[in-house]
């Protein structure tokens, strides 16, 4: 069966300090991968995508991601947070055909400390 | 950048109406889909929908719901007799083919 597993429910960090959210997955192949984020009230935003290649994604904001088919992983990353990336986060995946839907992780709430 | 968008952006109905959620692909674009999003829950797929038909549905996705895109451009999302449980952030989302899919910013459904 297809699922995304996010560990974590909620996570709180320290302004400044690094970041990992982990995201496990199980897919039959190589799935695409997807990492969104959420703001309270507000729409999903992409992050970042593996689709193929280089294991090691960047994205917007200072994100990036690895993905570790071994483990069957895809955990975000950033070497120092803002406040302004407190909000939820989503894991995501999806086939690699087209029409294929997007499975959703139950998502990482992220607190920033001061 | 082209965008998908959706309208309205919030919708309040009486148990048992009937509601549209409306959403503008972006232009080139050839699959669609909806998702939801209860509050609090995770974003979940309701039905995919490529060369005017359905390409695949969920659980969620009963009779009550119906698809279609009337016009070339709209792509609309109809719940015939809504449920206090319909209540959710509904998503659009639309696609060239294997790539990215583009959300919309999303019609939060309040039913009463």
């Known amino acids: 069966a297809q699922s995304v597993t996010q560990p974590d429910i909620h996570i709180t960090v320290s302004e400044g300090a690094s970041l990992e959210l982990r995201c496990n997955y199980s897919?039959?192949?190589?799935?695409?991968l997807f990492w969104y984020v959420q703001s309270p009230g507000q729409g999903l935003q992409l992050l970042l995508k593996?689709?193929?290649?280089?294991?090691l994604v960047q994205g917007i904001k200072g994100f990036e991601a690895e993905f570790k088919r071994s483990q069957s992983s895809f955990n975000l990353r950033k070497p120092s947070v803002h406040w302004s990336d407190a909000a939820e986060y989503f894991c995501?995946?999806?086939?690699?055909?087209?029409?294929?839907?997007?499975?959703f992780g139950s998502g990482t709430r992220l607190s920033i400390r001061p | 950048e082209p965008e998908v968008t959706q309208t309205p952006s919030h919708q309040v109905t009486q148990m048992g109406q009937e509601v549209i959620l409306r959403c503008v692909p972006i232009?080139?674009?050839?699959?669609f889909y909806w998702y939801r999003q209860i509050l609090g829950q995770k974003v979940e797929f309701l039905v995919s929908?490529?060369?005017?038909?359905?390409?695949?549905k969920s659980e969620i996705f009963d009779d009550q719901f119906s698809v279609e895109r009337p016009d070339g451009s709209n792509f609309t999302l109809k719940i015939r007799s809504t449920k206090l449980e319909d209540s959710a952030m509904y998503f659009c989302?639309?696609?060239?083919?294997?790539?990215?899919?583009?959300f919309g910013p999303g019609t939060r459904l309040t039913v009463t």
């Open positions: 232009s080139n674009h050839l699959y």
């Open positions: 995501a995946l999806r086939g690699d055909s087209s029409a294929s839907k997007i499975i």
């Open positions: 929908f490529y060369n005017n038909e359905i390409s695949e």
């Open positions: 897919y039959g192949a190589t799935p695409y």
């Open positions: 989302a639309s696609e060239l083919a294997r790539y990215e899919q583009y």
């Open positions: 593996y689709f193929s290649g280089d294991t």
